[in-house]
């Protein structure tokens, strides 16, 4: 048999990008500074309609925090819409133009987890793409592998209804199952708002921080308008 026909190709493939900022460990530092001060303030920067039964040990903030003035956040939203709109041009084939007309709205929010603490499995109904930022990724107790992990879920819900030795070894991109994100500092990832995602119990004796954020968008005709 001719090898030249042959091709192995993803059909249905979840994009996902990631990217680390540059130099993080100064800017976190100002970041955890900031956040664990507003949540020591309670109920003022508290998310007064939470979508998601909290947990104990979980602090959210409201969803306005990349309109702060504080540089810290500033900077780390411009780091952040940097990455999504170079994701965004590439997976849509966008030209210069189309991005500079291209309209960004989001809802952006901080977690402080603690011992315990976890989120449950959800997606984000209502928005396009997804992001969460480390800031402190927490204590990683050597008996605890998976805490504080990052997981998401396949969203092809038949793939491991019949396992044998022809399915139960494939590899990524192929691979059934969940994938996990062990989070470093300064490090984001972007996914599609629908894929459904949790955030597994955090074991460390310190915090865990991230910031998240969800993005929808429109086409300006003119060149003009607001956003986020």
């Known amino acids: 048999m ?9 059909a249905f493939a979840v994009p996902m990008a990631q990217d680390f900022l540059p130099d993080a460990e100064r800017l976190n530092a100002e970041l955890k500074a900031l956040l664990l001060a507003r949540e020591a303030e309670g109920a003022k920067y508290a998310n007064p309609n939470p979508s998601l039964k909290q947990q104990a040990g979980v602090f959210e903030s409201d969803f306005n925090l990349f309109s702060w003035p504080d540089p810290c956040v500033q900077r780390l939203r411009q780091f952040c819409w940097g990455v999504l709109g170079r994701t965004l041009q590439q997976i849509n084939n966008y030209s210069q133009d189309e991005m500079s007309r ?3 709205y989001s809802h952006t929010w901080f977690h402080v987890t ?4 976890f989120t449950i499995l959800h997606t984000h109904p209502m928005a396009s793409w997804s992001g969460v ?3 402190a990724p927490g204590e990683m107790p050597a008996d605890r592998p998976e805490s504080g ?5 396949n969203p092809h819900h038949y793939a491991n209804y019949f396992l044998d030795p022809g399915n139960v070894r494939l590899q990524v991109p192929y691979h059934h199952g969940s994938y996990n994100v062990r989070f470093q500092p300064g490090q984001l990832i972007l996914f599609p708002s629908w894929l459904q995602h949790e955030v ?15 993005c929808w968008f429109s086409m ?9």
Do not use: M
Not at 2 to 10: A, G, M
Not at 149 to 153: D, E, S, T
């Open 114 to 117: 603690r011992n315990g603490g």
């Open 102 to 104: 291209l309209q960004i």
């Open 200 to 214: 597994l119990p955090f074991f460390g004796n310190d915090e865990r921080v991230t910031i998240a954020f969800n």
């Open 149 to 153: 992990v990052l997981r998401f879920h």
């Open 2 to 10: 001719s090898q030249t026909n042959f091709k192995l190709f993803p």
């Open 133 to 135: 930022y480390c800031v």
């Open 220 to 228: 300006r005709e003119d060149g003009v308008g607001g956003g986020a």
